[in-house]
């Protein structure tokens, strides 16, 4: 089965081929313009999907040496996400729909990274923990099967992914923060300051960012009133990054070993932060845990995650993808008052 996704939910435009599990192309065009705003600018992100979105679709079928005809079925990220940005890949897959007669599988963001581990590693099996990293959201799952899986903690507050960029704002540096803090981490001091890994020890599996966020602003007016001097800037960077990255780690491994699991998956934006990554690895390792990370294209956002749990909703579900009256959703997951 040969599936055609797309993906548009923030600043990425996305389109992917996939076949029998593999992705025989992941294009992604990033909106980088945003970075002058500090910020993605919703209105401008869905005309920027609107002018990318047909070239980048032709290009991936092209990539994969095929062409509509040989497509079998669409999918399409249908929440959640900036509503004018869904909007636009979900009206352009509905459009290929009708006109070529295609199922299309409206398919979850965060179903889409939670699964990305698969896509990259064909050998994993399930039971397995994922933790799911992102701009909006930071959620550890107890996944099951394809189609099963709980939520076993999430954020409080700000995603991981917002820490980062609201931290790196206050620092000085441009949006998106994240790879960013990364960068000037790399050779810098993660010791040379503390800053609170909240709930690190509440004994749930839910985070708090928020609290991160305000202390290195009190930090920043405390010391630094006139200015961050350049050499202290990257231990800075590197310290906020460690509370981050401890917090996630810790999390995530008490998961694997309460559950009583093997393997544990790191997905979204955030799992491109290269401390994540090696504190998670040397964590799984002392465990003997396997650990999955995918690469670059897969952590970010991508149409090919899309098209892969598409895949499976089609060989699975008994439902009826030629209906098209499915709406977008923006809403994202956050932690209720009562959970
Ligand atoms: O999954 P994603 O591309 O979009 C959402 O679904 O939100 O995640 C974007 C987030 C941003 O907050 C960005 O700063 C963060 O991922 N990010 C990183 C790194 N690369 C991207 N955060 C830390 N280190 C990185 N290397
Ligand atoms: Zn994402």
């Known amino acids: 089965m040969k599936i055609l996704a797309i993906e548009s939910s923030c ?41 990318a979105i047909s ?12 062409t509509i005809n040989d497509i079998d079925a669409l999918a399409v990220t249908s929440a959640p996400g900036l509503v004018g940005s869904l909007i636009v890949g979900s009206n352009f897959a509905k459009g290929l729909s009708l006109k070529y007669n295609l199922p299309l599988v409206p398919v979850n963001h965060i179903e889409g990274h939670l699964y990305s581990g698969c896509l990259q590693d064909s050998s994993v099996k399930f039971p397995f923990i994922s933790l799911v990293v992102s701009g909006g959201h930071t959620i550890i799952f107890d996944v099951k099967s394809y ?20 931290t790196a704002k206050m620092l000085g540096l441009p949006y998106p923060g994240g790879p960013q803090i990364d960068k000037l981490a790399k050779n810098a001091n993660p010791s040379a300051y503390t800053f609170p890994r909240s709930m690190i020890n509440s004994g749930d599996y839910n985070f708090s ?19 961050i001097p350049e050499v202290m800037l990257a231990n800075i960077a590197a310290s906020v990054q460690e509370a981050i990255v401890d917090v996630l780690v810790k999390k995530s491994i008490d998961a694997v ?21 090696s504190k998670m690895r040397s964590a799984c390792g002392e465990h003997k845990f396997k650990f999955v990370a995918p690469e670059l294209s897969l952590c970010m956002d991508n149409a090919a995650m899309i098209g892969f749990i598409a895949e499976k909703k089609l060989l699975s579900d008994n439902q ?15 932690l209720r008052k009562n959970q």
Do not use: C
């Open 11 to 51: 600043d990425e435009t996305s389109a992917a081929v996939i076949a029998d599990s593999k992705a025989l192309s992941n294009l992604i065009s990033s909106q980088y313009f945003h970075s002058k705003f500090g910020g993605v600018v919703p209105e401008l992100a869905s005309r920027a999907h609107l002018e």
């Open 55 to 66: 070239e980048i679709v032709e290009d991936a079928l092209k990539l994969a040496n095929l």
């Open 147 to 166: 189609n099963e899986y709980l939520i076993l903690g999430l954020t409080k507050d700000d995603a991981a992914g917002e820490a980062f960029d609201k």
């Open 209 to 227: 960012f928020s609290g991160l966020k305000t202390s290195v602003r009190y930090f920043i007016a405390k010391y630094f009133s006139d200015g």
């Open 257 to 277: 070993v309460n559950l009583g699991y093997k393997t544990l998956i790191v997905s979204g934006g955030v799992s491109a932060n290269s401390r994540l990554r």
């Open 320 to 334: 009826n993808f030629h209906d098209l009256t499915f709406t977008v959703n923006p809403t994202s997951i956050r």
